[in-house]
């Protein structure tokens, strides 16, 4: 650089491939030969310094700018073809819409009009109406009477949906499980199934008088339908129900089985109903025997001035583990400086203090969900769209910046991807004059996919031995020993699992995801972005994984007033109607594409 201001020089701009190179030709030579011949120059000399600088300077800037563009032509370049590889990672399928014939023609009409919704409205408050309650200490099926309001909810359906009685085959599984068969014409071809779940959460009597509406009255107030259950999930249960009476009357006869499976104790994990109904199903068809299985789950999200349907594609693990801490007992009036509850206190305050860092494990659906919207949402974060990994980079390190980032969203995004920790239940001692000999807490864990319930055994037995180790106490981590005075024991509650298996998400051809997809653009048009994602909770599918590998977890109704959960498991639970009309409709489209569609 220094050359380039002590001679004067002609700049050559070639373009070789879009970029500018430059030359530089110096003329050093023939001005010392000229100036040989030449007189000395006077005055003039510190002029024709000036005007060449002026002239270097000038070039330089031309430089500069010629430079500039052609970088952001480069750059511009790149980002195209970048916007073009973003957008390759999440395709969307096109609106698929099943054939047509008059009858069914006429059947979507007839949803859509005031006569069906004041219809489906009182079927469904009549369902809201009885009050299938679930509770956690539900005894075995025929000795608790509790268990008896379910008879009365499978009367409901068998009155309410006379044609689906007549049609379709019913079976009782474990008694209240309720498992339809509509047969299809061609054996060849895997069957769908449709999921929901007939129990709802209890409702306090304590929060009672705190709703709008009573919980179990089905109020209708001209937009929204009021009760228990209104969005967890009568909705989906009479949605599929309504769907069904009405191909069924428009004289549709399917090629490929449908199946129904309707559990009766989802609230409380499932086991008394679901993994009855998926052990059935199973033995019948075999593994792998279907193909496809929707059940409840996520829906729509307005994100980044989009609108995304997130298809919950797996589910994170669980695991509640007991933690018990034995302590000499004695009289309270003379104690030891940390007793029983001391010591579980310091400890709960090392589990909090220790928490799960977030992370995405490459299978991970979140990071699908986040590279649609950067590829189709004009306002997703530009940040986080530089750490989205590039195609097939994992995401292994001890920091991970794009997790971290995406965190900032919120604590529901960041336990997509994070193993979430709870302390939920905590008791010890008996007597305020007695030291407490047994105290114990239950620690629920949420599992994060990629990661193990093994890890969280295993950074639990860390921790308790820590606190061991200071108060001199044994531990028994895991292995069903006995416990033992001055000890701390833990133990894996019932109902461990792992995280789900990931459905594939593939739409290139005709696939089961794709199906789906097609059919909730169908419904809702082609501005809406389809993409994979996650739910925190757990639903019956966990015990349908060898059943197929292709289950979606997804609410198909939907109301834009009406986005979130709709007072999921709290007081005031209610859905719009507009969205049941909606839910009715994408399951009727749903059985008819799946029924066309190019799959085994």
Request: charged content about 20%; glycine content about 8%.
């Amino acid at each position: 650089m220094l050359n380039l201001f002590k001679r004067s020089s002609c700049v050559t701009y070639h373009t070789i491939h879009g970029i500018i190179s430059v030359s530089y030709l110096s003329t050093s030579t023939n001005m010392d030969e000229k100036r040989g011949l030449l007189p000395h120059p006077q005055a003039a000399v510190p002029r024709a310094r000036t005007r060449s600088l002026w002239v270097l300077l000038a070039e330089v800037a031309a430089l500069c700018v010629l430079l500039k563009l052609s970088f952001d032509a480069i750059l511009s370049r790149f980002e195209r073809q970048d916007r073009t590889e973003t957008l390759a990672k999440c395709s969307q399928v096109e609106p698929l819409f099943p054939s047509q014939n008059p009858s069914l023609s006429k059947m979507d009409d007839y949803i859509k009009s005031s006569k069906f919704v004041n219809e489906t409205v009182a079927r469904m408050a009549g369902a809201i109406q009885i009050p299938s309650q679930s509770y956690d200490d539900m005894g075995p099926i025929g000795e608790d009477e509790r268990w008896d309001v379910m008879f009365d909810f499978a009367a409901y359906l068998q009155q309410t949906f006379p044609l689906v009685r007549r049609t379709l085959s019913l079976e009782k599984i474990n008694t209240h499980g309720l498992l339809y068969t509509w047969e299809g014409s061609d054996e060849s071809l895997l069957p769908s199934v449709l999921m929901a779940h007939q129990d709802v959460v209890p409702v306090a009597e304590s929060t009672v008088g705190q709703w709008t509406h009573p919980p179990f009255s089905g109020h209708f107030d001209g937009r929204y339908i009021w009760g228990r259950g209104a969005s967890d999930c009568k909705n989906n249960l009479i949605g599929i129900m309504e769907a069904v009476e009405l191909l069924v009357e428009a004289g549709f006869t399917p090629k490929r089985t449908l199946v129904l499976s309707f559990g009766f104790d989802e609230e409380i994990s499932g086991g008394f109903g679901a993994s009855h109904l998926a052990r059935a199903l199973i033995n019948r068809y075999g593994k792998d025997g279907a193909a496809i299985i929707v059940d409840e789950g996520t829906g729509m999200v307005t994100k980044w001035g989009s609108t995304v349907a997130a298809i919950a594609v797996g589910e994170k693990g669980y695991i509640n583990v007991e933690i018990i801490v034995r302590m000499p007992g004695g009289h309270s009036s003379i104690p030891p400086k940390h007793n029983g509850i001391g010591v579980m206190s310091e400890l709960i305050t090392m589990i909090e203090a220790n928490l799960y860092e977030p992370h995405f494990h490459s299978e991970n659906p979140f990071l699908g969900f986040l590279q649609c919207c950067a590829s189709h949402s004009p306002e997703f974060p530009s940040k986080l769209k530089k750490l989205l990994p590039s195609h097939g980079q994992e995401t292994c390190s001890k920091k991970d910046n794009l997790a971290l980032e995406a965190a900032k969203l919120g604590d529901d995004t960041k336990y997509l991807f994070t193993t979430s920790v709870a302390a939920d239940v905590i008791s010890g001692g008996v007597k305020n004059n007695a030291l407490p000999e047994r105290t114990k807490v239950v620690v629920n864990h949420r599992v994060n996919v990629g990661d193990r319930t093994a890890d969280v055994q295993e950074k639990l037995t860390m921790l308790a031995e820590k606190v061991a180790e200071k108060y001199n106490l044994t531990v028994h981590a895991f292995n069903d020993e006995p416990e033992i005075p001055r000890s701390i024991t833990l133990n894996a509650g019932y109902g461990t699992l792992e995280p789900a298996p990931v459905s594939p998400t593939s739409v290139d051809g005709i696939t089961p995801y794709s199906v789906l997809s097609g059919t909730i653009r169908a419904l809702y048009g082609e501005e809406i972005i389809v993409a994979p994602g996650i739910s925190t909770g757990n639903t019956d599918t966990k015990y349908y994984w060898d059943l197929t590998a292709h289950i979606f977890r997804y609410g198909p109704g939907w109301d834009p007033e009406q986005e979130g959960i709709g007072g999921v498991h709290t007081v005031d639970e209610k859905y719009s109607v507009e969205a049941h009309i909606k839910s009715v409709q994408w399951f009727s489209l749903f059985i008819r594409n799946m029924d066309e569609a190019d799959l085994p």
